[in-house]
């Protein structure tokens, strides 16, 4: 199976769609992201990473 990324983890949108997401595909198959701290739920219900995705070099070496 393929692995989703989800971007904005943390906002209104993001943290509802992570969570279905991973009820649904697995929670090691959704990788949460967000440049701030989610909630916990989020952080610790999977993969979860602090990320500015504007920096290009980083967003590119955590999808490899």
Known sequence: MDNILIIGA???IGSELTGELRKIYG???VFATDIKEASKDIMEGGPFQLM???DDKRLIHFVR
């Open 27 to 29: 929670s090691d198959h």
């Open 52 to 54: 500015d995705v504007m």
């Open 10 to 12: 943390a906002g209104q």
